[in-house]
Each structure stands twice: as structure tokens, then as C-alpha cells.
């Protein structure tokens, strides 16, 4: 039955008309499975149709799903309900006490749909924080990594668990969805600080698996040796580490700028090993502590100059960008190639390029047009970031950024994210000035549901324009989202200062609220 209301759910919008009353009768069925398979479908309808302007199933879906959660026998019946509910009810923190009954049932399958509705939640979920911190330290891995991502939807609101997923991070018996736990750490330490050992970062740097606990050590400044000491061993993928931890440890590194010789002498001994990735990150770091690029220049040119063919050519773009400008004379050995098959090389070689100090060329059409690609190999998102490296000199992009932002996918746009974020970016210019009104169409829920494009698209508009009654309207509207972006949302509209002065009754709203993290 669940996979035939699917079927319509999933055609066009008069047929998702037509299977309304499917939906109703379901939800109202005396067999309990079917009940349950109403409200799932329900759930199913809303992520499928984000953002369309008519929904005309949730109005009488509500207090149907709501009867059940406050009177159903059926403990399952219950949590389909109240997963159904947090996907669109503005009070979808209401819903939590159901879901934590249910998180610590004896029956597996009900535990794990309610930790994945929890992180439907997000913030407001925070009361489940003590549990999922329970849940995070026992072994099962099904159950450790959807805590661990429950965690990480909250974000700072998650901040009590921090202690603890390092201590899971540093434990070496622990294998079970420890990505995960990396992930979470990183996602709440963007926002929110508490006191670290730096014996137990250390661990968690050596045998954590991800890049959250190097992460931590740069954004929280842990000045300790021993920490240092792991971050610099974190540099040598031979290790078992990838790539993408070794690029986290080394910029933690150049944000500590540690002077103790220890380090810089471990540094250079990497920088002249025959570890060719290792070499590259040490050497880059060894320019960022001491000023002295010689070291750097040695070991990246030979790199740089074998082109794609060499093994660690990625890591070597990866160091030059680290380095910056004290690399310009690798400039000429950079030769993009833009016809590879995959965007990645090519996208990270433009990145060094012009972190080194080139000027936009005939690669910036080919970086916008990334932009335009609905891929799962970060294209758009490395593209923004090249785009992004320019500042003002990006100004030719715009066109392409305005048609990205207007145009939607329902399931979740990063994509218009990222073009906002590279609007912002590029600041006051005439071509940004005529995205005003893409922008600004943009601020309106029914037209983009996600709080987290809205809040970019009030930035970008504050970047520009200046107007600031237009954005702290905005980002005061994102506050009633009650998600992550809360929080970046309070963070902009404190930027922003006395400017900001139309967002002051919703954040005494907010000030006021049962959940102390949004407080």
C-alpha cells in the first residue's frame, strides 16, 4: 500500500491531488501497520514536495497525525506520527517527548526511526542530547553513527555532547561509525566552544576518522605540544589518513603557528622525506611558520611539473593554495586542464592559481558553468570556493549566479546556496546590483522553504546594497526555522550592530525561549 500512494506522491501534481484521500483513509484505517503507513506516506509527500506553493495535504493531515501521536495504542503508529509531524509543524520541538519514549524501546527498527526524526528536528531537539550522548558511547554501529548525525543537525544546541564524541574520537577499540562522530564534532565546534583536554584532542587527532577533531584544535586555538605534535603527524597520509584530513590538519597547524622547534624540525624532516603527499603539506607548512619558502619551492616544482601524472599532484595544488602569494613563482607550472573528466583537478588547480595571485581568465566562464551542475563530486561547491577566492574580480560570473538562484530543485538546492554565498562575495558592482531583485525574491519562504538559502540570500543583499531594514527582516524570519541556521542567522544580525534594529522584537522573542541554546 506504501509503495502504490508512493507511486502517486511521486507523479504530477494532480495526481498527488488524487491520492489525498488514499492518504486519509489511511490514517484513519483500524489496522494499525496501515495507520502507520499513512502517516510514513505523509512524511514521504513533504520531503518529495519542498518548497512547491501548493501542498494540499498538510492542512488536513495535521490534526489527524496529531490525534494519533496524543491517543494512538500503538507505540509504532505514535512515532510514524510524530516523525510525520517534525518534518512541518513549527512546533515540531513539541513532538520530542514522544520520540525520546521511543528512542529507548526494546524493539531495534523503533529506536532507529526515532533517532532519524530527531534529526528531522535539529536544535530543537536538545532535550534528546543526553540520550543520544548515551547512544553515541555504546557500540552498534547503526545506532552510534544516526546519533552521532542527530548531533550533528543540532549543531551548537549539541555542544553538551562535545566532551564525549571526542572521547569516542580518541578511542582506538572504536571503529563504528566514527566518521560520524568526526562530522558531529565539526559541525558543533563552528559554533559553539567548551573546555578540551588536549591529551584526550591529541588521541582523537591520531585515531579519530575524519577531519573533526584536527578541525577543532585550529578553531578552538589549542595551544599544546602534544597536540601540535598529532596535527603534524596528521600530515603524513602513509599514516592510513586521506587526503582531505591531512588539508584540515595542515591549516590547523598554520592557525596555531606553534613556535617550538620540535615541530618545525619534524617539519622539515617530513618536508625531505621520500613521503611525496606528506612532503608537500610539511613544506607548504613549514612557509606558513617560518617565512622561508625555499624548502616549499623544492619539493612542489618537480610536483607541479609532472602535471596530472604525478601521484600527489592534488596535494601538491592543496599546499600551493596553503602557501599563497610566497608561492607565485609556481604560477606558470599550474596549466588547468578543464577537459579532464572529472571537474575535481581541474577546479582545485584554478583554486591555487588564483590564491597565488592570478588574475580571472579564461577559466572563469568554465568555474561558473560549474555552478550549473547538480553533481555528487562537489563540483559546485569547489567551484564556489574558486569564485569566491576572487572578491570583486568574480564580477563576470553574476549572470551565471543569478540564473542558478532562480532556478529550484525541491529536494534541497546547495547549489543556490553556494551562488549567494559567491554574490556576497563579489560585493557592490553594477552586475550585482541588477541581482538585487533575484536576491530579494529569494528572502520569501514560499518561494525558497530553506532557512539556510534565505539567510545567505539576506547576506548577500547586505553585502551589496546595505539595506538594512530589507535584511534583518530577513534573517529575523529565519530565526522562527528553529534550525542550524538560527544560529548563523544571530550571528550575522550581531555583525551587523545597531543596523540590525528591525530584528529586535523577534529576538526578544527568541531571548525567551524554552530551548537555552536558541537563548
Known sequence: IRDRVSCLVGSEMCIRDRSLPHVLKLLDHESTSKRACGAMVVREMWFKNQGLDHIPWIEPTAPKLAKLLADDPSKAVRL????????????????????????VDDDIDLSRMALSAISDVGPDAWLAVPILTQIVKEPGQMTRWIAAEALQVMGPAARDAGPTLLEVAADPAVFDGKSYVGDALFWIGEKAKWDIDPKVLAQAIRHGDSGGPAYLAGEFGVQDLGVAVALAEALDVTNGRDAYEANIAANSLVQLSPTNELIHDYLKELAQSDRVHAQALAAAVCTRLTGNNAIAISV???????????????TALSAAK??????????????PNTADRSPWTPLNAIQARWKLGGKPDQHLAWVASEMTHRSANNAPDEAAEALMLLGPMADAATPTMVAVIQTFVPHGDYNRWHACTVLKSIGPT?????????????????????????RVAAEA?????????????????TLDDRGRSFFYAASTLERMGPAASAAIDRL?????DRNPHFR
Open 80 to 103: 510514524a506520527a510524530a516523525r510525520a509531524l517534525v518534518c512541518f509543524d513549527e512546533k515540531a520541538g513539541d513532538h520530542v517527548d514522544a520520540l525520546l519514549s521511543a528512542l
Open 300 to 314: 612542489l616544482k618537480p610536483i607541479l611539473e609532472a602535471g596530472e601524472k604525478h601521484d600527489a599532484y592534488d
Open 461 to 477: 543583499i547586505w553585502s551589496i546594497s546595505r539595506d538594512a531594514d530589507l535584511v534583518a527582516t530577513a534573517l529575523a524570519d
Open 430 to 454: 553594477a552586475a550585482t546590483r541588477a541581482a538585487l531583485p533575484a536576491l530579494t525574491h529569494l528572502l520569501d519562504r514560499e518561494v525558497d522553504p530553506s532557512p539556510y538559502n534565505r
Open 322 to 335: 596553503l602557501i599563497g602569494p610566497d608561492a607565485a613563482e609556481l604560477l606558470a607550472l599550474i596549466r
Open 508 to 512: 526578544e522573542q527568541a531571548a525567551s
